[in-house]
Structure formats: C-alpha cells, structure tokens
C-alpha cells in the first residue's frame, strides 16, 4: 500500500506559478514511479506529467510542455509539481499517483493503482 497526500494548489492569475507537493509513504519511494494527472469538470482525468523512480527520466503531456516541471526527491519521499505561465485552462483538480508495477505503460490513470486525495487549482483570466 502506498499513501499520498498532496498540498500546494491555489487560486492563482493568468501567466503566475505553484508548485505542489506529493509525499508519499507505505514503500520505498525509489520503487516508485510518480505521475501528476488532472482533472476539469465535465472532462476526463488526464495525465500531466511523470517522473521515473530514480528522477532521470521525465515526460510531460504536449499541453503543459515547457510550462511546468515535475521532479523528486527520495530523500524525502516527496515529488513536486512547478507550475509557471498558468492559463485558466489549466484550472482543475490536480492528483499525483503512484506507479508500483513496473515496466509498462505510464499514461493512463488505469496504470496507477494508488493516488492522492487531489488538489484544487483555479487560475483566473
């Protein structure tokens, strides 16, 4: 079992920053690929970005590329989310996940057995 709680979302203008935060625990979080999904109303939950186990290898969705950065540290047990240049389109409830089968495909929420409780974020015109 694996536990996740997030913090860090907000209400935030158009063209500012956040950065949330993902601390797991229940197993060793270097065993562990991390994914930040969100999700609007009306719309399906999506995958945002993910971040192998030791940190090195990064993927983010074409919507958010070159916009926000996940990253890790396993010192901490704790994955990050920054967010810059946020639109309003960004505005949804943001969960991370956790990956503990591995190989295998990273993109879809059916690929992440544990997840987090979300986090609200709201970015205004």
């Known amino acids: 079992q694996v536990q996740l709680v997030?913090?860090?979302?907000?209400?935030?203008?158009?063209?500012?920053?956040?950065?949330?935060?993902c601390v797991a625990s229940g197993r060793t979080f270097n065993t562990i690929r991390m994914g930040w999904f969100r999700q609007a109303p009306?719309?399906?939950?999506?995958?945002?970005?993910?971040?192998?186990?030791?940190?090195?290898?990064?993927?983010?969705s074409d919507s958010v590329k070159g916009r926000f950065a996940v990253s890790r540290d396993n010192a901490a047990n704790t994955t990050y989310l920054q967010m810059s240049s946020l639109k309003p389109e960004d505005t949804a409830?943001?969960?991370?996940?956790?990956?503990?089968?591995?190989?295998?495909s990273f993109y879809y929420p059916s690929d992440y057995p544990y997840w987090g409780q979300g986090t609200q974020v709201t970015v205004s015109a």
């Open 6 to 21: 997030e913090s860090g979302g907000g209400l935030v203008q158009t063209g500012g920053s956040l950065r949330l935060s």
């Open 42 to 60: 009306g719309k399906e939950r999506e995958i945002v970005a993910s971040i192998s186990r030791g940190g090195n290898l990064t993927y983010y």
């Open 93 to 104: 409830v943001y969960y991370c996940a956790a990956k503990t089968l591995l190989p295998g």
